[in-house]
């Protein structure tokens, strides 16, 4: 099936590691993004891609990184310089000719202990 | 910049009651308008978009209409289901060259039955 697969689903963490997330697409989408979900707040974004081997910092990148060396992937690491990680993260994708639909995968919740 | 506001939740219905969640945005130029739905731990849908003035989205009984006159966008549904509670998120795009969509915060909405 086309679409866009996050894992894991849920994730917990302590206090000083990292962690990275998966986002992998079928969908030939040149455009991925990563957003940030926090009750009341919406979507903030991170970091997004346009076309593999380069990527732009969003609005909230500080304490994030992130690399496209595939098409199809486009992993988040949230490093221990994330001072509040916990979390709801999205990944989601574009296609150039799509009017400005973008497309979102289920979610990845992460908990830091 | 561009941005999104949209009337802050929650909001709550019965069952058959008539929806309106109201948007307004600021930007320059002729944007993209979309309105997503978000049901509880997923990710997001495209649930209808309007890409010129005077468009009128519409897609499983909802509906929204472009009026660049009043920059507004507001979503309305004739008679919600209990099946139609969820976070709504208005969002705005200019196509083209534009990186990335923006956010309204999103509106909860529960039907009660």
């Known amino acids: 099936d086309g679409g866009i697969t996050q894992s894991p689903k849920y994730l917990f963490r302590k206090e000083g590691q990292n962690v990275t997330l998966s986002c992998e697409q079928n969908l030939n989408h040149d455009a991925m993004y990563w957003y940030r979900q926090d009750p009341g707040q919406g979507l903030r974004l991170i970091y997004y891609s346009q076309i593999v081997n380069d990527f732009q910092k969003g609005d909230i990148a500080e304490g994030y990184s992130v690399s496209r060396e595939k098409k199809e992937s486009f992993p988040l690491t949230v490093t221990s310089a994330q001072k509040n990680p916990t979390a709801f993260y999205l990944c989601?994708?574009?296609?150039?000719?799509?009017?400005?639909?973008?497309?979102f995968g289920e979610g990845s919740r992460l908990t830091v202990l | 910049g561009d941005s999104v506001t949209q009337m802050e939740g929650p909001v709550t219905l019965s069952e058959e009651a008539f929806l309106t969640i109201n948007c307004t945005y600021t930007a320059t130029g002729y944007p993209s308008l979309f309105w997503y739905v978000q049901y509880p731990g997923e990710g997001l849908q495209l649930l209808l978009k309007a890409t010129k003035a005077d468009d009128k989205g519409s897609n499983k009984g909802f509906e929204a209409t472009y009026r660049k006159e009043t920059t507004s966008f507001h979503l309305e549904k004739g008679s919600v289901q209990v099946s139609d509670s969820a976070v709504y998120f208005c969002a705005l795009n200019h196509g083209g060259s534009n990186y990335k969509l923006t956010f309204g915060k999103g509106t909860l909405l529960t039907v009660n039955p």
């Open positions: 989601a994708t574009r296609e150039v000719t799509s009017g400005g639909v973008e497309f």
